[in-house]
């Protein structure tokens, strides 16, 4: 079994800090969170999407080796999956860990976003769709590509906006509890969440201002070991991971009950090799929603709810932070932040704190057991992981 031993996260809302910076302090604040000496650490694995394009940065890897003088020959290496970029890191962690090639490793994924303005950070996150076949003539690649996910859910089996705005209220408003949320300091004025387009204004399509997720400078870090190792924590009791054609388009032809096959075949992976028999044997869940529909199209993949009715878990209330399956406590991207290689491993630091009852203000009473769920372009690349307290009920 592989044990989340540690970990930390970087304020989400601080900007100004380099890349090196980041993963320094997300790295040595996961070191002292899991008590763990740098010199018992063996291997290091990077998330990362884009320090070339953003930092002129490569290599980040190297920058490991120059946290701590006993990293000095770590053996690291960086991973990239667009937004999956930190699963990716975590996956290949937990190989080593698995295989016995090592014991204890540390996974940190960073990104660096906010040195840019707003429009040239959207074209230089398009570099995650197929450049030059799709989102060519969008300002903002991303929302033009989840506007047209929008269009085809609305096309299959009716979307309104109202169930859209919930999600982002939600959201937000649970980033509000959250110390180190991107958002954790807005203020929302009455209808804001709405079809307003002065108080929300279309950003692509059909998606606006609140439906989308932050452009985020940060990091987190988890400490894994094996149970070689012989320290107790969280465990990772079950994982999925499915890639699909790069093209949205090729993704859209297919007349599955469900719109992302792949999607649903890796939830169901998780769910049996954890044990798991769905989402009533699931407490809390951390889930991409880069933006809002992203979330809307995860709630039936992860068996909330029959395909295409979704709605049903927002209208019940079940995924409200005081619902019986609150879906991202921590704000999840769209209130708490996305920097993009950070966000796997930010979303497994989560799951291990919900389930070891020391998530603070978004922690969920009595939570023994979370999902994750983590996309990577437009649902190319998908991972998800399942965490059980030391002592599962």
Known sequence: MIRILGGY????????????ELLREASLGALEAAAVPARDVQVAHVGNLAGELFAGQAQLGGMIATIDPAWAMLPASRHEAACASGSMAVLAAMADLEAGRYDVALVVGVELMRNVGAKQAAQHL?????????????DFPWPALFASIADEVDERSGLSHDHLARIAEINHGNALRNPLAQTRSWSFPPGCFGQDDTLNPVVEGRLRKYDCGRITDGAAAVILASDRYGRPGPAVSGWGHRTAPMLLADKLATREPYLFPHLRRAVLDTYARAGLEGPADVDVIETHDCFTITEYVALDHLGLTPPGESWRAIESGMIDFDGSLPVNPSGGLIGLGHPVGATGVRMLHDAARQVSGTAGDCQVPGARTALTLNLGGSCTTVALFAVTAQNPR
């Open 9 to 20: 996260q970087t304020d989400f809302a601080r900007s100004g800090a380099g890349l090196f």
């Open 126 to 138: 398009g570099c995650a769709a197929w450049a030059g076949r799709e989102a060519q003539h969008a």
